[in-house]
């Protein structure tokens, strides 16, 4: 039997941990790392892209599948960071890669007012993104996590052909990463 790839999906809203609990895998296990918002951010400001993230607002679909596409390998382990952020992108995810690779959403739960704390904080501590700086933008990306990620993310809790696993992650960090390496174990 040859070994499935796996893909290690991390969701929750901007500020819980995504980025951190990711660097924290990679330190224990050699996985590509697709952090999508962080690609995005490389487009020139004036670019589609650029405007559209400035505005708080959401990549078109195809744009983001095509990426997807060529950066998902056939044989590594990979961890995706900030995909899939809408219901037809996490349908996408598992037509295309639930048969080939070990899905495995991790979804890390934390309070909207912590998001907002955490991300107030990483403002403070000089590691905030340009668009953590504007609280309107801030506002619009935790609403469209609650109207536009939160029903993808219900749709994978049961979504066929993958595992799903529900992390309190409002603690502290040490302790949240035990409990997504228990999480991950076969």
Do not use: C
Not at 68 to 79: G, K
Not at 106 to 132: C, M, S
Not at 143 to 152: C, R, S
């Amino acid at each position: 039997m040859t070994h499935k790839p796996e893909i290690i999906v991390m969701m929750g809203g901007q500020g819980v941990g995504k980025g951190t609990f990711s660097k924290m895998l990679m330190a224990r296990h050699d996985f590509d790392h697709i952090e999508v918002g962080a690609i995005l951010r490389t487009a020139p400001a004036d670019s589609d892209i650029g405007r559209t993230i400035a505005s708080g607002n959401l990549v078109p679909d195809e744009l983001l599948f095509d990426m997807m596409r060529e950066r998902i390998s056939d044989t590594r382990d990979t961890i995706l960071d900030g995909f899939p952020r809408k219901l037809t992108q996490a349908q996408w995810l598992v037509k295309n890669y639930a048969k080939t690779h070990n899905v495995h959403v991790l979804y890390l739960h934390v309070p909207t007012d912590i998001l907002i704390a955490r991300i107030n904080k990483r403002i403070r501590e000089g590691g905030g993104r340009t668009d953590d700086a504007n609280p309107d933008v801030i506002r619009r990306r935790l609403e469209l996590y609650h109207t536009v990620t939160m029903p993808a993310i219900e749709w994978l809790r049961t979504a066929p052909g993958i595992k799903f696993s529900y992390i309190n992650a409002d603690g502290d960090v040490r302790d949240n990463f035990a409990e997504i390496v228990a999480a991950l174990r076969p």
